[in-house]
């Protein structure tokens, strides 16, 4: 790096790359020799432009964002168009075809394949993403999310297509921080395998090399609200402690855990048995089947015989993962916990897990009996499958990641958050102090 000892202070410097037929790509660096340090720019080639999009190029990201209704009313016209809802479709076999050529799949699809700071790269994060179809969703939340410090583990559902689990193979098989759970489950609906399959991939992470600081699991059809650097500072920010939601449990859901459920016809049936006291009289809690825990709560999760007892006791109720992990949470001792004391209870729009829009507590915007604005798209058990006008709604809340998307009924909406994380990541690196880059 001889270059770097003649430089002046403040001197700016600029590289051309060739790679193959992808062209030129450009990297601008201002390098302070006064500290030794270096401040990247700009990444030309990492930035998402009109030509990496579809069909949704069409719309205007950037008034979608500021909410403006006109932008948004063109974006719903869009979106149920059927050229537009055809010519969005990529097949499965794409990915598997892609992936053959790793380096070049990487580029083209603009993955981060550099540590961004020297501050991320200190503090890795882990990964758990459990898939059963929708590979474009699964690939584009992917590549938001992706970093070469930190590791993922992807559980793909044992019902999964032949085309799915061969894409998904091809795709993990291009990074060395990427890998399929070693053990996987037939995942039923609200069973416990939905929860089992978090479990081994906590076991095959927590097993890693990799010592990671926070875990986060997540589904194909979640999506990141923060860039890396946004996700990390805020996990700095909760010194050890966890973010998930836990509070009381309502009386209507207090059957799923009062009674013996089996699985009939691939569904969890109640036997008309009823269950035993949970052991050690813990109050069960409710929550969600995301969190974001530190390495210690996965080490206890995975090791501390009280939970072992506890997961035992869970195993043939009903949707177990919407309370095992809230009641973990609140048991003393383990790492990043709160008191289990009701003053302690954290819903979902306080934790910083997901952002999930409930049917039931939707209403008009102003309304002091709902508790958010009204879905603009469409509905999935209750949840708001969000459209390109919920953005706005969206990136105003601390939450880390929001749930659901679908590139199948509004692609608009994943294309232009991608793009805005894309953007954020990068204008933001001009206020970092970055070490030598690895790739030179």
């Known amino acids: 790096m001889q270059w770097f000892r003649k430089c002046r202070l403040q001197c700016l410097v600029k590289l051309t790359v060739i790679v193959g037929s992808l062209g030129l790509l450009s990297l601008i660096i201002k390098v302070n020799t006064g500290n030794g340090s270096t401040h990247i720019l700009n990444y030309d080639w ?59 799949f990487k580029l083209k699809r603009k993955y981060l394949t550099m540590p961004l700071s020297k501050e991320e790269e200190d503090f890795p994060l882990a990964f758990s993403i ?72 906590m076991a095959d992470l927590y097993n890693s090399s990799i010592k990671w600081k ?23 920010s909760f010194k050890g402690e966890n973010s998930l939601e836990s509070e009381k449990m309502s009386e209507g859901k207090k ?22 006291k949970p052991p050690f009289d813990l109050p069960i809690l409710s929550g969600s089947a995301y969190i974001v825990v530190n390495r210690g709560y996965i080490r206890s999760v995975l090791e501390d015989s009280r939970i072992q007892t506890l997961i035992e006791w869970a195993k043939d109720t009903y949707s177990p993962d919407e309370f095992l992990w809230a009641t973990i949470q609140r048991m003393p001792g383990i790492p990043g916990s709160r008191w289990p004391h009701v003053k302690h209870d954290m819903t979902d729009l306080n934790s910083h897990a997901r952002l999930v829009k409930w049917q039931w507590h939707e209403g008009p915007q102003g309304s002091l009996e709902a508790a958010y604005p009204k879905c603009e798209g469409t509905h999935n058990r209750g949840i708001c499958v969000y459209g390109a006008g919920d953005l706005p709604w969206l990136l105003e809340h601390h939450h880390l990641f929001a749930n659901k998307f ?4 509004d692609a608009i909406a994943v294309y232009c958050l991608e793009k805005y994380l894309r953007q954020k990541a990068l204008s933001d690196l001009q206020s970092i102090t970055l070490f030598p880059l690895k790739m030179w």
């Open 406 to 409: 679908d590139t199948d009924f």
């Open 130 to 201: 459990i898939v059963h179809h929708k590979v474009q969703n699964f690939e584009r939340l992917l590549r938001a999310i992706y970093a070469p410090h930190n590791i993922y583990c992807i559980h793909v559902d044992q019902k999964s297509a032949v085309s799915v689990v061969s894409a998904i193979k091809a795709i993990t098989s291009c990074f060395p921080n990427i890998f399929l759970a070693k053990r996987t489950e037939s995942v039923t609906y609200a069973s416990w395998s939905r929860v089992q399959a978090d479990l081994n991939c």
């Open 255 to 276: 059957e799923r855990v009062n009674n013996v459920f089996k699985i009939v016809d691939g569904h969890p049936k109640k036997t008309g048995e009823k269950k035993e």
């Open 46 to 104: 990492l930035e998402y432009t009109d030509a990496d999009g579809g069909p949704e190029r069409a719309c205007n990201c950037s008034a979608i964002l500021q909410g403006d209704e006109e932008a948004v009313r063109q974006a719903k016209i869009l979106t149920i168009t059927k050229e537009f809802r055809k010519s969005i479709q990529i097949p499965d076999d794409f990915y598997t075809s892609e992936a053959q050529d790793c380096r070049r």
């Open 214 to 236: 926070y875990f986060i699991n997540l589904c194909g059809q979640d999506f990141p609200l923060k860039t890396n650097l946004e996700i990390v500072r805020m996990l700095r």
